[in-house]
């Protein structure tokens, strides 16, 4: 076994993110009068992208971002709502939608049998914690990491220093960091010394100047690498 630890991110690796964000973004629109379409809903994600950006970045806290997003959101649509609502409802629906990727499932239910798993995430912790209370993945996690309870988020090394802290017997040989974010997960791998695996289902060209060890499209081709 070359990997016994396995550190695996949620949104968009083990957890359909964008199809739960849609919902989201839907509940706010039908609930604050929001006309909704592909072209707001774009808008949207834009303003959200670069708050989440500028939180890897160290730049702004997980509280700031997720009231900022809708501001400025807002803003670009010239519409008078509450930031603070619109935030409120958009993470009460997020912990609602459990929805799952392909073979997530199955790929945490066989890995378990042999790996021990955990959840490395910077999603905000109600949000994240409501999501895996309610998903078919919630026996074969050991534990999950969030930022905001560790006081760091990923890339920052701190992040895994908490990580490391509460699992015995980690060492950097011998876990994998496996996440679809090259911002938070690979560069979070590479500026610990953590061995890693890009999720890349969308085939995005590989960066410049990061470490990639493994490259999946599927979940599936992990039992050939762990």
Not at 145 to 154: D, M, P, Q
Request: net charge negative.
């Amino acid at each position: 076994m070359t990997y016994p630890y396995l550190l695996l991110d949620a949104d968009n690796t083990l957890f359909n993110f964008d199809r739960a964000n849609r919902e989201a973004f839907h509940a706010v629109c039908t609930s604050f009068a929001i006309p909704e379409s592909d072209e707001t809903f774009a808008l949207y994600e834009r303003c959200n992208n670069e708050m989440w950006a500028a939180f890897d970045r160290g730049e702004c806290t997980k509280e700031f971002l997720v009231v900022q997003r809708f501001r400025n959101f807002l803003a670009a649509m010239g519409l008078d709502r509450s930031p603070e609502g619109c935030n409120a409802l958009h993470l009460q629906t997020l912990s609602r939608c459990a929805f799952m990727l392909p073979y997530a499932e199955e790929v945490c239910r066989t890995l378990s049998r042999d790996h021990k798993l955990y959840l490395v995430t910077n999603a905000v912790a109600s949000v994240q914690r409501g999501r895996l209370a309610k998903s078919p993945i919630v026996p074969y996690i050991t534990a999950a990491f969030i930022s905001e309870e560790a006081g760091a988020a990923k890339p920052d090394p701190a992040y895994f220093d908490y990580v490391f802290a509460h699992i015995d017997g980690i060492t950097r040989e011998n876990c994998l960091v496996i996440g679809d974010s090259i911002s938070s997960d690979i560069r979070g791998a590479n500026n610990y010394g953590l061995p890693c695996c890009w999720y890349n289902p969308g085939h995005t060209p590989r960066p410049d100047g990061l470490r990639i060890d493994y490259e999946i499209t599927n979940l599936r081709q992990l039992y050939d690498i762990v």
